[in-house]
């Protein structure tokens, strides 16, 4: 049993609110001692957790006192102070990741114009209530990274589909290849995120601040990458296309320009640049299977006799004859792949 000032002391509290608790009748002590000072038991303090676990969701002291005199159990009090906090904390959290954007852009030196403020304010209000802080973080963070690039894909795939380009035909793939590239590197290559994205971007395009695609693009590019998935899923699986890592195009453009080179230059296959140059093409593709010496194998076949891969392939066609044909020289590849 606690003396008034006892648990006032040990709960936080001053005196004077137990006394006003105390005379709305809100809490009232159970005992008092031998000299007439009011004790607080276990059922006490339980009581008076529930009220400021209810004071916490901003009810007045009288709704307070009705909803514990109702008999509302102790374990759902709990699980409303519970998700009161969890409420705070995504206010906090969405709060932070204001104002680390806010840094971000001044740390760069930047004095965003009115329009940019608005617009990234309409992107933030509509994504806020469908990601947690951490992916608005990685959205509008990552965001600037990419802007620059999807603004010019989104005109040239404009001028596809008013050329009348099918979604489903070669010219679109080297578009559609770095559509993918660009989406990747904005969400941190987390799939996840990205199918999400696509979603929540298709139900509130409208409240996005129209800076993006429109509908009709989106739709176009959606069956584009559905067939370029299509193809390769004749090769791999969706869980090792999910499973792969992301290898920077300029690595690959390094590779092929080194390729086109040897090419002009009629380098042997059997000498050392070429086993050289063979080694490192491969060394990309063990990174993007993450060593899976299979999946690189069958990748390898799918670029070479899929169209639909091979049109947005970073090396051409006589690059890669010459890369395969040096790596089945000098052993690094097995005949049977190339």
């Known amino acids: 049993m606690l003396k008034i000032g006892e648990l006032a002391r040990q709960a936080g509290l001053t005196v004077r609110t137990l006394h006003h608790y105390h005379h709305i009748g809100l809490l009232s002590p159970t005992a008092r001692?031998?000299?007439?000072y009011r004790l607080y038991g276990q059922a006490d303090?339980?009581?008076?957790?529930?009220?400021?676990?209810?004071?916490?969701?901003?009810?007045?002291?009288e709704d307070i006192a009705r909803l514990l005199d109702g008999g509302v159990a102790m374990p759902v009090i709990v699980d409303q102070q519970l998700d009161a906090l969890d409420r705070e904390i995504r206010q906090a959290q969405a709060l932070q990741v204001r104002l680390q954007l806010l840094k971000q852009k001044f740390g760069r030196g930047e004095l965003p114009q009115?329009?940019?403020?608005?617009?990234?304010?309409?992107?933030?209000?509509?994504?806020?209530?469908?990601?947690s802080a951490k992916e608005l973080k990685v959205i509008l963070g990552n965001l600037p990274l990419v802007a620059g690039e999807l603004r010019l894909l989104m005109a040239l795939v404009r001028e596809k589909m008013d050329a009348g380009v099918p979604p489903d035909g070669l010219d679109i793939q080297p578009l559609v290849h770095r559509w993918m590239t660009l989406m990747a590197v904005w969400m941190n290559d987390d799939l996840g995120l990205m199918?999400?994205?696509?979603?929540?971007?298709?139900?509130?395009?409208?409240?996005?601040?129209g800076s993006g695609p429109d509908l009709g693009m989106v739709a176009y590019?959606?069956?584009?990458?559905?067939?370029r998935i299509e193809a390769l899923s004749r090769y791999v699986s969706m869980e090792e296309i999910t499973r792969m890592a992301r290898v920077p195009l300029a690595q690959w453009q390094a590779i092929a320009e080194r390729a086109a080179q040897a090419v002009a230059a009629n380098e042997p296959l059997q000498g050392p640049a070429a086993r050289?140059?063979?080694?490192?093409?491969?060394?990309?593709?063990?990174?993007?299977?993450?060593?899976d010496t299979g999946l690189r194998d069958r990748l390898i076949t799918a670029y070479r006799e899929s169209e639909v891969l091979a049109a947005a392939a970073a090396i051409p066609p006589e690059g890669r004859r010459f890369l395969e044909a040096a790596a089945v020289h000098h052993q690094l590849l097995d005949p049977a792949v190339a």
């Open 114 to 131: 009115q329009e940019d403020w608005l617009a990234s304010l309409r992107l933030m209000n509509a994504c806020q209530p469908h990601f």
């Open 33 to 36: 001692s031998d000299g007439g």
């Open 45 to 61: 303090i339980e009581r008076l957790h529930a009220i400021q676990a209810l004071r916490q969701l901003k009810l007045p002291l």
């Open 276 to 291: 050289q140059l063979a080694c490192d093409w491969l060394g990309l593709i063990d990174r993007l299977t993450r060593g």
């Open 195 to 209: 199918r999400r994205w696509g979603e929540v971007y298709r139900r509130h395009h409208a409240d996005m601040g």
């Open 221 to 227: 590019l959606d069956r584009a990458i559905e067939h």
